[in-house]
């Protein structure tokens, strides 16, 4: 009898238990545009890139969330566009029992930190298939990201970002 009560409050003790699961990777979307080509590889190769990059976050069913890591580059040699490049880099997660704001944060900063080494890699290789050089995008702090958005929208008093 006891044995029985002690494996049923094991149990509602794992089921109340924050959890956390990635449960599939994919690319959502994925552009390519060489606007100058072919004369954009006769010139003197002098780039320069702006990145710009963006998630968002969508509740599925139950407790499973789609985040999405958008990066879109631009490079200009001179004052030519060379190329645009935008990867939208998707995944499911599966999350169950976190307060709202470690699901805040974990939408937010975790799930994207894992998403950025795929969509970095399918960026560059879309970029090489256009024949220019990769990216190699240096790894990009989602943690002090968040912080930096968490603070700019307490100081506007704009709210939370929702869940759904």
Known sequence: MID???NGAAASDEENSPQFSLQRIYVRDLSFEAPKSP????QQWEPSVALDLNTRQKALEGDFHEVVLTLSVTVKNGEEVAF????QQA???LIRNLDAASMTHTLGAFCPNILFPYAREALD???TR???PALMLAPVNFD???AQEMARMQESGEAAPSLQ
């Open 130 to 132: 256009g024949s220019f």
């Open 84 to 87: 645009i490049a935008e990867v």
């Open 144 to 146: 002090a990201l968040f």
């Open 4 to 6: 029985e009560q002690n």
């Open 39 to 42: 004369a954009i590889f006769r």
């Open 125 to 127: 290789s879309l970029v």
């Open 91 to 93: 995944g499911i997660f």
